[in-house]
């Protein structure tokens, strides 16, 4: 099916007519994930601590919105998701699986990507970040998905570490000599990373249009900045508990996290410094005279996590809603969605809709004009625009497979938390009303029998058997 989508979107835009035509009516897209960076970790979500004005900027001139959920609760598979447009009750990739010498288990090559897409239709891709869904080499691999240059972190377990012994830049491994093999921390992988991000726009800015995708490392664990103006306007400002980890040295492992005197400083200057590339690519776009024919999408792969140290509580990641990172309780999955697109999108706009990762692909085809297999998905084009009646959800669904296994599904005020399901999808089910309770405080399953079964029912029918990632033992 890939390869016959490839023959007709390739016949079709051959014509130079046609593919000019379409690319002055058609914007750049610019994509931008964080890693674990929770609902409320920005001001524009409510954070009083953190500073975030490039983010609260970018939020005030175009549309946020306040139900949008992650794919899943970790990285893998919320990135399965939101590349292929199908949930993780249907997505290939359903949990984090490494594999040997170096990477997650890959992506399958039957499955499209929104970038395969958008690279057929005529635009220039790159992604510069973490990768997390294949080897290089492997069918997963970014360059066999749909992106003409990849440069980053391709193992998402590798990317623990922000003073890296290698990137990758496409195939080629790149050695960071000066880190010396994690015993010296002096190319702070992060930097590196979005300076390649910012040229990939000076190469392509007015040639043809661009989609950047930039999945950040920013703010996942290990906790740790160069000691700079940022991490110095935060350091001694709080409260610490020292966090002892993995240090740099000579026994130290790719994988660990470091130890940390400022944890609580290190996390909100990780946040700032996210925030400061937001603005870096907001400043690089508006250099070249493109910032109004661009799109740019800010989000999160999943809700805050608490390793290395971190202290979503104190900072009120999770925005007030209950869980982090591996729950499937609103913080572990709903997540901050902002998107701006100048004379498009209203400025200063506020959306309810309720959309989840695998609305991007038929949205990003949409603004493509390409037509494309049926997803799980539902194009927001229509609000973003504000034109036209926007399609909605029937409902929503999730699945973990850490943990037990957990499940969840989320049918207009009313969610349920599947969990223990591993063993043939038994499990008890809790049941929570979103409108009364949006913390999922009170569990009221055992008043409302007929709204569990019927949710439980949405539940065992969004589940499809995967031989690779088996939900049920």
Known sequence: MKSIFRLLVFIFFLHPAVEAQRNANRPNIVLILADD?????????????????????????????TQFYAGTTVCAPSRSVLLSGYHSGHSFIRGNKGVQPEGQYPIADSVLTFAEVLKKSGYATGAFGKWGLGPVGSEGDPLKQGFDRFYGYNCQSLAHRYYPNHLWDNDRKVVLTENANL??????????????????????????????????????AELLVPDDEIFQSYKGKFEET????????????????????????????MVTRLDKHVGEIVAKLKEKGIDKNT????????????????????????????GTKRDLYEGGIRVPFIVSWPGVVRAGSVNGYVGAFWDIFPTFAELAGVNVPKTDGISIVNTLKGKGRQAQHEYLYWEFHEQGGKQAVLKGDWKAVKLDVKKNGAGRIELYNLKNDPSETTNVADKHPKIVAELDTLIRKSHTPSAVFPLFE
């Open 183 to 220: 015993t010296a921390t002096k190319i702070y992988a992060p930097d590196l990373i979005q300076a390649e991000a910012l040229k990939f726009i000076d190469q392509h800015a007015g040639k043809e249009p661009f989609f950047l995708f930039v999945p950040s490392i920013l703010p996942h």
């Open 37 to 65: 960076l929770g609902y409320g970790d920005i001001g524009a979500y409510g954070q009083k601590i953190i500073r975030t004005p490039n983010l609260d900027r970018l939020a005030q001139d175009g549309m946020r919105f």
């Open 242 to 269: 020292p966090h002892k980890g993995e240090d740099y040295g000579p026994n130290a492992r790719p994988g660990g996290y470091t130890s940390q005197e400022y944890p609580r400083a290190s996390f909100a200057s």
């Open 295 to 322: 799109l740019i999408i800010f989000s999160s792969d999943n809700g805050p996590h608490i390793e290395g140290g971190a202290d979503p509580v104190f900072f009120n990641s999770s925005g007030g809603f209950r």
